[in-house]
């Protein structure tokens, strides 16, 4: 297993709401899980197999993102679990960037789920303010994508 995937595989647990993932490929099993005071625990199992040792993986400071909406801003949530695109082709231009106006029924991204790529409409009348996610990232189910000052 690529130690670089491993590296993502923590990151994304530690940007998400998810609390714990599993994952087991042939002879590799990993499982992240996040413990009560929001630091990150990531533990990562080799099947045991003549001279093989197991290998705990530390992450780096995890922090804490509070965030504090003001009553005019209202977050766009991935209402499935997929992959975010701010485009509908690597070459295309973004369908929002931030301080776009929108209304609804604007779509905003695609999020693509076993590979069906589902566009997500805003739900309000507004302006982006920000847009959470980064382009071709994992998402989860309500996961905020974008801020949106609503008119």
């Known amino acids: 297993m690529d130690l670089n995937l491993i590296k993502k595989l923590i990151r994304v647990v530690e940007n998400s709401k998810i609390t714990e993932f599993s994952f087991s490929q042939a002879d590799m099993k990993i499982k992240i ?7 990150v625990q990531n533990v990562v199992h080799s099947v045991p197999q003549p001279a093989a040792a197991n290998t705990d993986v530390k992450p780096s400071d995890s922090k804490q993102i509070e965030t504090a909406a003001p009553s005019n801003l209202h977050e766009i949530n991935s209402p499935i679990v997929g992959t975010f695109y701010r485009a509908p082709a690597p070459d ?36 982006i303010v920000k847009i959470l996610v980064e382009n071709a990232t994992p998402v989860e189910y309500n996961q905020p994508l974008f801020l949106v000052e609503k008119n």
């Open 33 to 39: 899980s996040k413990n009560s005071n929001n630091g």
């Open 92 to 127: 295309a231009d973004p369908y929002v960037q931030v301080g776009d106006s929108i209304s609804p029924g604007s779509v905003l991204c695609i999020v693509e789920a076993m590979k069906l790529m589902n566009e997500i409409e805003s739900d309000v009348s507004g302006k």
